[in-house]
């Protein structure tokens, strides 16, 4: 009977967990145990906060969790003399397709030296499949070095941008079976592995729980009228762009107010454009933010609004959405998967800092508008983004590609 059967047992490599910025990740690994799967969580790097910082929920997956890079020099040098002598020809040639893949060279070895650490783990813990999200080359080492199966989840954008980089090709070809978060993701991975591969691809999108991001109040006459940008300060992410937006709104003598949720590389040239402007009581830093702490500021949200210039299928949409906050985003990657542009939503071409103000300004001078697109977004998420939902459906292809 399927409830004598023994459950699946998968490892899950992530690149960072607990992160701020893949808290989807959380949310996945949660729902599939939920769902009687399985997982052990391996993470190359420590968590991204001291655990004061995070949600219990998050604390509780960070004492669970195996960290590589944190393992200790001892158990990293016994797992690769014991990987050598056990296995020496995979161990060897191992070491050459990481160096083949990577670039630079450098990176070869880290790779490596990870890969080798997380395969030891997954034996130890009788596991015999890896999945991975943001940790595909180590993913794909491990499985060329140790008698267990892959499959991998592509994100986007820049696997897409730079395929032979990223090795994209070799690593759908190693893999079970490869899953892609957009149709524009499967698209590219159809285009770039070749008609062979595309039996192994799966269209798997993430979603949220729409009881954990409830509709907040709406404001009819909100003043300021706050806006709120979620994710890393970094180039890719267009954060100019809506700072430029901003200057021409000001100037239009809108009252308007704007806060970023996040940190990058980004954040100090960001400051000084917010300062160039004029605008810096208008625009703040929120830094970092836990889920708890996010929640509060799209509560006080009158639109979240994302200026990119590549995107997967960006969560942060979703969980607004699923908040009925009216959206406005570029017409990029995956985006329009999620937005309907006049239905739940607004679209605007990527980098036109002007069109991005005029969709903004739409909003203030019409809440009937904004209530519409939210409550129109919310539906959109019930309908095609719930995380129960697309979390069973994940299940299912583990289930049917590992055969339990």
Avoid at 18 to 28: G, Q, S, T
Wanted: glycine share 8%; charged share 20%.
């Amino acid at each position: 009977m399927e409830s004598q059967r023994s459950p699946l047992r998968i490892a899950y490599l992530l690149s960072q967990y607990p992160a701020v910025n893949h808290a989807f990740m959380l949310r996945e690994v949660s729902f599939l145990r939920k769902l009687g799967l399985h997982i052990q969580v391996a993470s190359i790097r420590d968590p991204d906060r001291d655990p004061g910082l995070m949600t219990p929920a998050e604390q509780a997956e960070a004492r669970s969790t195996y960290y590589v890079k944190s393992s200790g020099l001892f158990r990293l040098v016994l797992a690769h003399a014991h990987t050598l002598l056990s296995r020496p020809g995979r161990y060897m040639a191992g070491l050459s397709g990481a160096f083949r893949i990577s670039s630079p060279a450098p990176y070869g070895l880290f790779y490596f030296t990870e890969a080798v650490a997380v395969g030891c783990w997954m034996r130890r813990h009788g596991l015999n499949h890896v999945h991975t999200h943001y940790a595909s080359t180590v993913g794909l080492i491990v499985a060329r070095i140790f008698p267990v199966t892959l499959s991998v989840t592509f994100h986007g954008p820049a696997e897409f941008q730079d395929p032979a980089g990223s090795g994209l090709a070799a690593k759908v070809q190693a893999s079970l079976f490869s899953c892609a978060i957009s149709q524009y993701g499967v698209g590219q991975l159809m285009y770039t592995c070749g008609n062979p591969a595309w039996p192994k691809l799966e269209l798997t999108p993430l979603g949220v729980d729409p009881q954990g991001f409830p509709p907040r109040p709406f404001r009819p006459s909100p003043s300021p009228f706050q806006i709120v940008c979620v994710g890393r300060l970094a180039p890719v992410k267009g954060q100019h762009v809506l700072i430029a937006a901003m200057a021409a709104l000001v100037q239009d003598r809108r009252d308007i107010r704007l806060r970023f949720a996040g940190d990058g590389p980004d954040r100090a040239a960001l400051l000084l454009d917010v300062e160039g402007r004029g605008l810096s009581e208008h625009v703040s830093f929120e830094g970092n933010l836990n889920q708890d702490q996010l929640l509060d500021l799209y509560r006080e949200s009158d639109a979240v609004v994302l200026a990119s210039f590549a995107e997967g299928l960006p969560v942060v949409l979703m969980e607004a959405m699923a908040m009925e906050i009216p959206c406005v985003a570029p017409w990029v990657n995956g985006i329009p998967e999620i937005i309907a542009h006049e239905t739940d939503g607004l679209l605007i071409p990527p980098g036109d800092s002007q069109a991005l103000a005029r969709a903004i300004g739409r909003l203030m001078d019409d809440a009937e508008l904004r209530r519409s697109l939210g409550q129109n977004a919310r539906l959109k998420i019930l309908k095609k983004f719930d995380l129960r939902c697309n979390t069973e459906h994940l299940a299912d292809v583990f289930r049917q590609r590992l055969g339990g």
